[in-house]
């Protein structure tokens, strides 16, 4: 079992919708990362996220610590927001070392 | 400038040979990593080291040895290549060991043994 879950794996939508990935951890945090994968392969960091909500552009992430969970939201998508998306966490209980969710594959069609 | 770089972007070798992969960032950060992504797109942390001085060394086979001349430079060298050493190796940086950072990644390494 891994310690980071994500749903769903793969997702596909059409173009202007509103896209939702889910993350869940099963030990404590203080932190949780979103990465983007692109198609080429290159990893890009997104947000890093202790608590409530944070927005860039057309993208938002929230956190709920307590709950373990963690969503990312992308708005009006778009054909380019098609990647990977990861969600990584550092467990405190083995001293800050990261864990990564299997990824959510996500493609927009125009 | 690309903050992090790695080379070669593209591998393919024989097993049993020795290679090594290349990481430099110019970040000015404390913190660098080596992470495997394997077939089935997932990441794991192979190592970490802050200030030169390894802080992580994840269950991988003795065969991968991280080399840091200096906090600017992870390099990564795999000796005996095995064929389920073939993934894509990304180099990371980020300012210091502390869960608050970004993660600044490579454009990842893509190794195929033969």
């Known amino acids: 079992k891994n310690e980071v879950e994500q749903s769903p794996q793969n997702l596909t939508a059409q173009e202007g919708e509103f896209i939702t990935i889910n993350c869940s951890y099963s030990v404590g945090i203080s932190a949780l990362h979103w990465l983007q994968q692109h198609p080429g392969g290159g990893i890009v960091s997104l947000f890093m996220?202790?608590?409530g909500k944070k927005k860039h552009g057309r993208l938002i992430a929230t956190i709920n610590i307590q709950e373990k969970h963690s969503s990312l939201h992308i708005t009006a998508s778009h054909p380019r927001d098609s990647a990977v998306y990861i969600c990584?966490?550092?467990?405190?209980?083995?001293?800050?070392?990261?864990?990564f969710g299997t990824g959510t594959s996500l493609t927009v069609i125009p | 400038d690309t903050a992090v770089s790695q080379t070669p972007k593209y591998l393919v070798t024989q097993m049993g040979n020795d290679k090594s992969i290349k990481c430099e960032q110019n970040l000015g950060h404390d913190t660098m990593y080596w992470y495997k992504q394997d077939s089935k797109k997932f990441l794991k942390i192979m190592f970490s080291?802050?200030?030169?001085?390894?802080?992580i060394n994840e269950t991988v086979p003795n065969r991968f040895s991280p080399k840091s001349p200096d906090k600017a430079h992870l390099n990564l060298h795999i000796n005996s290549l095995e064929l389920g050493d073939s993934a894509v190796y990304f180099c990371?940086?980020?300012?210091?060991?502390?869960?608050?950072?970004?993660?600044?990644f490579g454009e990842g390494s893509w190794l195929t043994v033969v």
């Open positions: 080291y802050n200030n030169k001085e390894l802080i």
């Open positions: 990584a966490a550092p467990f405190t209980n083995t001293g800050n070392q990261f864990y």
């Open positions: 996220l202790s608590s």
């Open positions: 990371a940086s980020s300012q210091d060991p502390g869960f608050m950072n970004t993660i600044y």
